[in-house]
T-cell receptor, first 113, second 114 residues
Framework: AQSVTQPDIHITVSEGASLELRCNYS??????LFWYVQSPGQGLQLLLK??????LVQGIKGFEAEFKRSQSSFNLRKPSVHWSDAAEYFC???????????FGAGTTVTVRA | ETGVTQTPRHLVMGMTNKKSLKCEQH?????MYWYKQSAKKPLELMFV???????ENNSVPSRFSPECPNSSHLFLHLHTLQPEDSALYLC?????????????FGPGTRLTVT
């Protein structure tokens, strides 16, 4: 069974600074990888996903993520954060022959002025 | 209404009450999901419906009872809940029950069991 670890529970970043959120997965075959964002009072919104091909994936809101098979990682990055990026971020992994997603526990991002 | 809506947004109930959560998707999707989100824990998949048929019951206690009368509506009936059932309950839908189809989430119902 697949699983996800998000090592950072909470990250504080200054507005305009860069952001990187870590995600490590455990899965024997090629994983399907996702990043979701949850703003306060909202449901989860898909930021980006990786199925195959180019290991650097571009998403919405200026986010990107890089799949590194050797490190079993799928870290999320943004070059310059905005106050509206304050939210909770979830990494998830799935298998190509299944429909279930395994989520990490999430990383809360606080943006300071 | 667009996307996935959930009502009520907040619910407080006693352990002996019976209540229902409602989810409606306006996306023409065929698969619907219930998730439980507890603080600082991974989302837990509870139930999955595909074309109105239940295809997943992830060892959920019988005090949670889902109902899917059509592809657009999903209910979660609650009775004799425990305090540890307090959580955010999220509904999601996707066009098909397949990992390659994005799941769209509603805003959730914040449930507090007293």
């Amino acid at each position: 069974a697949q699983s996800v670890t998000q090592p950072d529970i909470h990250i504080t970043v200054s507005e305009g600074a860069s952001l990187e959120l870590r995600c490590n997965y455990s899965y024997g075959a090629t994983p399907y990888l996702f990043w979701y964002v949850q703003s306060p009072g909202q449901g989860l919104q898909l930021l980006l996903k990786y199925f195959s091909g180019d290991t650097l994936v571009q998403g919405i809101k200026g986010f990107e993520a890089e799949f590194k098979r050797s490190q079993s990682s799928f870290n999320l990055r943004k070059p310059s954060v905005h106050w509206s990026d304050a939210a909770e971020y979830f990494c998830a992994v799935g298998a190509s022959n299944d429909y279930k997603l395994s989520f990490g526990a999430g990383t809360t991002v606080t943006v300071r002025a | 209404e667009t996307g996935v809506t959930q009502t009520p947004r907040h619910l407080v109930m006693g352990m002996t009450n019976k209540k229902s959560l409602k989810c409606e998707q306006h996306l023409g999707h065929n698969a619907m999901y219930w998730y439980k989100q507890s603080a600082k824990k991974p989302l837990e998949l509870m139930f999955v419906y595909n074309f109105k048929e239940q295809t997943e019951n992830n060892s959920v206690p019988s005090r949670f009872s889902p109902e899917c009368p059509n592809s657009s509506h999903l209910f979660l009936h609650l009775h004799t809940l425990q305090p540890e059932d307090s959580a955010l309950y999220l509904c999601a839908s996707s066009q098909f029950r397949d990992i390659s189809y994005e799941q769209y989430f509603g805003p959730g119902t914040r449930l507090t069991v007293t």
